[in-house]
């Protein structure tokens, strides 16, 4: 196993769920972290318990919607510590609704923060780990990247592409060449505040009646970190985590 002491990784969507969960993760094992989301407030919090406990973090204010702010992220982990190691693409929403409902704001949100937010995040640190000769990228996908079901639509699109950039993006010469890994991670239901988007009450309804148990943050985030701890020659292309009563 590669030890993750004093790597450089960089995360979208560090302020809850399993952004948040990972980030403890990482820093517990001596990761040093460049945290991004919008909620100031919830990173400094982290931060703050991540530095106090021993671990080394920083934080940049970051709407992956904007690819200025993403390469402003990158500048901050060059500036801080001088490298990228990883890149963690997590940031993501999940507004569930049925499409003849017709919440186009909604799908323009999955689009630009699940897909646009991903590319913009690869396009920020791949010059640098192509300088370095060495990086990983690792993006979130989901279940739903690898299925679809009424309801989810424009959600599993937004995965699937993910999935599918990500894999695209493996093949390149260039990569190979810089020797820069890529992980996609698929997690089935964890409990976070993720389906605190959604609005289509007949998606609620549905999600009630559900009697399955989700897994943690803490679940996905020890997967994040097996993907980090192989050695440099070895590659994790992909990873499904399901809670193992999850159809
Ligand atoms: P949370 O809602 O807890 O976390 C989502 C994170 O994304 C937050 O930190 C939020 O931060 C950030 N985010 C949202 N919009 C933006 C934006 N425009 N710019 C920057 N950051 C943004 O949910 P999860 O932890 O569950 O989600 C993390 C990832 O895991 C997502 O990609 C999700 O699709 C994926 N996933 C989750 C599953 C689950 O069951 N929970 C299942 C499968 C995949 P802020 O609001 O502060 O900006």
Same mark, same amino acid.
């Given at each position: 196993?590669?030890?993750?002491?004093?790597?450089?990784?960089?995360?979208?969507?560090?302020?809850?769920?399993?952004?948040?969960?990972? %980030?403890?993760?990482?820093?517990?094992?001596?990761?040093?972290?460049?945290?991004?989301?919008?909620?100031?407030?919830?990173?400094?919090?982290?931060?703050?318990?991540?530095?106090?406990?021993?671990?080394?973090?920083?934080?940049?204010?970051?709407?992956?919607?904007?690819?200025?702010?993403?390469?402003?992220? %990158?500048?901050?982990?060059?500036?801080?510590?001088?490298?990228?190691?990883?890149?963690?693409?997590?940031?993501?929403?999940?507004?569930?609704?049925?499409?003849?409902?017709?919440?186009?704001?909604?799908?323009?949100?999955?689009?630009?923060?699940?897909?646009?937010?991903?590319?913009?995040?690869?396009?920020?640190?791949?010059?640098?780990?192509?300088?370095?000769?060495?990086?990983?990228?690792?993006?979130? /996908?989901?279940?739903?990247?690898?299925?679809?079901?009424?309801?989810?639509?424009?959600?599993?699109?937004?995965?699937? %592409?993910?999935?599918?950039?990500?894999?695209?993006?493996?093949?390149?010469?260039?990569?190979?060449?810089?020797?820069?890994?890529?992980?996609?991670?698929?997690?089935?239901?964890?409990?976070?505040?993720?389906?605190?988007?959604?609005?289509?009450?007949?998606?609620?309804?549905?999600?009630?009646? /559900?009697?399955?148990?989700?897994?943690?943050?803490?679940?996905?985030? /020890?997967?994040?970190?097996?993907?980090?701890?192989?050695?440099?020659?070895?590659?994790?292309?992909?990873?499904?985590?399901?809670?193992?009563?999850?159809?």
């Amino acid at each position: 196993m590669a030890d993750l002491k004093d790597k450089v990784v960089v995360m979208t969507g560090a302020s809850s769920g399993i952004g948040e969960g990972t %980030a403890k993760e990482l820093a517990d094992n001596g990761a040093k972290l460049v945290l991004a989301a919008r909620r100031e407030e919830r990173l400094q919090e982290l931060t703050d318990e991540i530095n106090k406990n021993g671990g080394n973090a920083v934080y940049n204010v970051t709407d992956v919607t904007s690819r200025e702010q993403l390469q402003e992220l %990158a500048q901050k982990a060059l500036d801080q510590y001088g490298r990228i190691d990883v890149l963690v693409n997590n940031a993501g929403l999940m507004p569930l609704s049925f499409m003849d409902k017709l919440k186009v704001d909604e799908w323009d949100k999955m689009v630009d923060v699940n897909i646009k937010g991903v590319l913009y995040g690869v396009a920020a640190v791949l010059p640098t780990m192509r300088e370095q000769k060495a990086g990983h990228i690792i993006n979130i /996908s989901s279940v739903a990247g690898h299925t679809v079901g009424p309801g989810m639509s424009v959600y599993s699109g937004t995965k699937h %592409a993910v999935r599918t950039i990500t894999e695209g993006l493996r093949q390149e010469e260039a990569l190979a060449e810089s020797n820069i890994r890529t992980t996609i991670i698929s997690p089935g239901a964890v409990a976070t505040e993720l389906p605190e988007t959604i609005t289509d009450d007949d998606v609620l309804k549905g999600l009630e009646n /559900s009697n399955m148990t989700p897994i943690q943050p803490k679940d996905i985030a /020890s997967t994040i970190r097996y993907a980090m701890e192989q050695p440099e020659e070895v590659a994790i292309n992909e990873i499904l985590v399901r809670p193992t009563a999850q159809q």
